[in-house]
């Protein structure tokens, strides 16, 4: 058990070196960051997707939610990083509980639908109200800095900011693991697999989901509120489809309710994109055939691949 | 702009939004099947048109054709595609391989068709009618005469002929239909195919109107989603009267307020019309 | 007499202008094991269903439901099974891509009431030994009587008041049948109220306190399983059985 713990201990730090291992350089950390970011991002969807099995196609709106609210608040109020993060989280909170409402008595694909519409909608909010910048979107946001007294943390460039990011992913990992052991991790699970027995087990499936929806959101948020500082700046892009077929990629990819599967499934796709790249359109074409191909011929993702494999080599 | 120019474009508009959303709520009525891809498909076919006339120098009718064709095609393809999972129902991948195939075309078109706005001129654009003060243009007209005959045609041929007995026994009870001898996939297929068709001649008709963008896919889906959920899903006369009801409001809206905003304001009224109804306005009958 | 554990007065269920149910007064005691048998499509299920409160399709119910003198009408079905009221259902009746034992820990950590007994893990294994072996299998990989087990052993592991059974014997072989039967009956002398719905007549006649007819949706016949043995209706029905 002690030595278990142990080797935990030495991959969670050995991961936070693992940049400055392959080589450092602005590209690299740059790269490292984004991918946690994403992840982060990624396993918000994942409670939904994975564990209630169903189709959220709004959570591009929290990842926008977080990033609009720390842009806002650090800009017009100058808050700090801390205060930023939980005003992300508590938006993120009162958007999810207004679109949980509005959508707890739907049927699945109508509840997809109007997630779906409600990114559209937030798309427009975000390209013509001038509050949120409009077109323009919000530029000046300070870099992360953590002021204690005379003591000041800085996270300056994407090499400073690779610690908050690390921090914040194995936040996230802790939160998904800790929920799938819980006792709402299990009713998701159970409402998913056979509604009408975990009614009859007395669970109440608009209660759980509700409750995994309202967990989901603030995750989601706060990759937004870190690629805020990451960017400096915000504007309606935010809500570009491309951050939703991201998202359903990375949580599909690589199996259903595998603690690592959306970070490996977003690392995959962004070292394409960075490093492997076709340009801007047929980078997008891969994206959602490799969406499609995964769906349509491996459904358990890559991992069922290596259980094939596996079987057969015995 | 009078009151009654916006009531005349609000009727254009009306049917536009109607044709645009009646392949979607066969889709879902007959097949109960969804393709967010939808929007996509529209973007590609309202390029192609353009590509075809504009750039190919081939007449405006024909072009309509071959977009149908191309729709048709997308449609049938994509189905084929995904076949698995339709016959496994399996909703939820459905919806997100979809959304994956749309995403696809928005890249493909983007890089065929390139990344500025075009504009799409046919020869009836060019001409404009007045009565009185009220303007009229060609092609508004195009659109309202094609839309009520595609809708009648329709009507007819899915409640009266054996094509259209076929698809609503696949839609009532698959399975069944299967031990009836009736080649499920080939239904699966057609249906997709004439949502290809049906949105791609929504397509070439009223994207005249506007600036195409090979971004604009993902917006369109609003317009569907709120048409079908209003008129009823599956039911082909409740998809003209919403789409006309929501022309005539996004007309005023669009008047009286921002038209920046009129698909979320179009958006809030289909919400508030849900909390209170949750199953949209038409009685759930299977096609009327 | 002590109070019936459960009293259902007045329960009505119309499907579109069909009434598939209509019971004026039915009651389960306190430790005893009622039979509900009749014909397909005699309203079994609706009974059972209809208690809970669930329905298959659009449906108008009324009626009354006490458990414990308790009125649990107000209360969707699953404040009714938290209330301890436990439908094991005929088909889908565990979780499939659980195993055993996640099958056992969720029912047994599930937030139903803590104020009567509650069987434990441990306790479950011991009753049935085979799902104990079975521990790591998914529920899918179950045998039709094993997932029978599990459904009883989860129901009992939530903590029942009354337990309603729906058609357990279906798809059993006859050894397999008698044995679970006999098994409820050990529980329901240890105290368990059951109510067991059942198509196999015969297999209820050896177990059950009390037996009910149920035809077209009423009860025609209600009384003790001695003087019931001997009903016409019931060797009818007992009868028709064999006569398959």
């Known amino acids: ?37 994403f992840a982060v991002m990624a396993y918000g969807l994942d409670l939904i997707v994975s564990d209630l099995g169903e189709v959220s196609l709004c959570h591009t709106v929290f990842f926008a939610v977080g990033a609009y609210t720390t842009a806002l608040m650090s800009t017009g109020l100058g808050s700090g990083p801390i205060m930023t993060f939980l005003g992300a989280s508590l938006a ?70 690779w610690l908050v990011a690390y921090v914040l992913l ?18 998701a699970i159970m409402v998913h697999l056979n509604p009408r027995l975990a009614i009859m087990s007395g669970i109440d499936p608009a209660r759980t989901r509700l409750q995994v929806f309202l967990l989901s959101a603030p995750v989601t948020a706060s990759a937004g ?54 340009g801007a359109y047929v980078d997008k074409i891969i994206l959602g055939s490799v969406l499609i191909a995964v769906l349509v011929l491996q459904p358990n993702g890559l991992q069922g691949l290596f259980a094939r494999y596996g079987r057969q080599s015995r | 702009m009078n009151f009654l120019q916006q009531l005349i474009n609000g009727l254009v508009l009306g049917h536009a939004y109607a044709l645009l959303a009646v392949g979607w709520t066969v889709l879902l009525g007959v097949a109960r099947l969804v393709n967010f891809g939808h929007g996509q498909i529209y973007m590609l076919c309202a390029f192609t048109t353009w590509f075809i006339v504009s750039r190919l120098g081939i007449p405006y009718p024909l072009a309509i054709v071959a977009a149908v064709a191309v729709g048709a095609a997308v449609g049938a393809i994509m189905q084929k595609i995904m076949m698995g999972l339709t016959l496994k129902q399996d909703l939820v991948r459905i919806m997100i391989v979809t959304l994956g195939f749309g995403y696809v075309l928005e890249g493909a078109a983007a890089l065929f068709f390139g990344s500025s706005a075009q504009i799409l001129e046919t020869p009836l654009t060019a001409h404009d009618f007045y009565i009185k003060d009220l303007w009229f ?76 963008l090979t971004s604009m896919g993902f917006e369109e889906v609003i317009i569907t989603f709120v048409v079908v959920v209003l008129g009823g899903i599956g039911s082909i006369a409740g998809s003209y009267v919403a789409g006309l009801l929501l022309g005539l409001f996004s007309a005023m809206f669009g008047w009286l307020a921002d038209p920046s905003y009129t698909m979320t304001a179009a958006f809030c009224v289909l919400i508030a019309i849900l909390a209170i109804r949750p199953g949209g306005f038409a009685a759930k009958r299977g096609g009327n | 007499m002590t109070a019936p554990v459960l009293r259902v007065s007045g329960l009505q269920v119309n499907y579109g202008g ?80 659980l195993t055993v034992q996640d099958n056992l820990q969720a029912a047994s950590r599930g937030g139903v009431a803590t104020d009567r007994r509650r069987y434990s893990v441990e306790e479950v294994y011991g ?50 049948i008698s044995k679970m039967l006999h098994t409820i009956r050990s529980l329901v002398d240890e105290g368990l109220s059951v109510l067991l719905v059942e198509q196999n007549v015969r297999a209820a006649l050896q177990v059950v306190d009390r037996l009910v007819l149920l035809e077209r949706g009423s009860i025609v016949a209600d009384g003790p399983v001695d003087q019931m043995r001997g009903d016409p209706r019931i060797i009818d029905a007992y009868l028709g059985k064999q006569a398959k």
């Open chain 1, 1 to 37: 058990m002690l030595f278990r713990g142990l080797l935990a201990a030495l991959v969670v730090v050995a991961g936070f070196f693992l940049p400055r291992l392959l080589g450092g350089g602005g590209e690299l950390y740059s790269a490292f960051v984004l991918i946690a970011i």
């Open chain 1, 92 to 161: 993120s909170l009162c958007v999810a509980a207004l679109i949980g409402l509005i959508t707890l008595k739907l049927r699945e694909f109508v509840f997809s639908l109007v997630t779906y519409a409600l990114a559209v909608v937030a798309g427009t909010l975000a390209q013509h109200w001038s509050f949120l910048g409009g077109s323009d979107g919000l530029r000046g946001i300070p870099m992360l800095a953590l002021s204690l007294g005379n003591f000041t943390l800085a996270a300056e460039g994407d090499e400073g900011i």
């Open chain 1, 170 to 187: 194995l936040l996230s990992l802790w939160i998904i693991h800790s929920f799938r052991r819980s006792t709402l991790g299990q009713a």
């Open chain 1, 225 to 278: 509120w870190l690629y805020a500082y990451q960017r400096a700046y915000i504007s309606a892009d935010v809500l570009d489809p491309y951050f939703l077929i991201l998202m359903l990629t990375a949580v599909v990819l690589v199996g259903k309710r595998m603690l690592l599967g959306p970070i490996i499934g977003v690392a995959l796709i962004l070292i394409q994109e960075r490093f492997f790249s076709m």
């Open chain 2, 137 to 212: 243009n060609g092609q508004d007209f195009a659109i309202i005469i094609m839309a009520m005959v595609f809708f009648v045609a329709l009507k007819l041929i899915v409640e009266n002929t054996q094509l259209g007995r076929l698809v609503r026994m696949v839609a009532e009870d698959p399975p069944l239909a299967q031990l009836a001898g009736i080649n499920v996939r080939r239904v699966y297929i057609g249906v997709f195919a004439f949502e290809g068709a049906a949105v791609a001649l929504a397509a070439a008709l009223v994207a005249p109107r506007t600036p195409i």
């Open chain 3, 18 to 97: 069909n009434t598939a149910l209509s019971i004026e007064s039915f009651h389960v005691g306190k430790g005893e094991l009622v039979g509900v048998v009749g014909a397909n499509g005699a309203g079994k299920s609706t009974l059972v269903n209809g208690v809970l409160g669930w329905s298959r399709g659009p449906a108008q119910a009324r009626g009354d439901i006490f458990l414990d003198g308790e009125n649990l009408s107000k209360l969707p079905t699953h404040e009714r099974v938290r209330k301890g009221l436990l439908l094991i259902p005929e088909s889908k009746l565990v979780f499939g891509n």
């Open chain 3, 127 to 176: 009753l049935f030994p085979s799902l104990d072996k079975r521990k790591n299998s998914l529920g899918a990989q179950l045998s039709g009587g094993e997932r029978q087990m599990l459904g009883i052993a989860r129901a009992l592991c939530l903590g029942p008041r009354v337990l309603l059974l729906d058609e357990p014997s279906i798809g059993l072989a006859p050894l397999l």
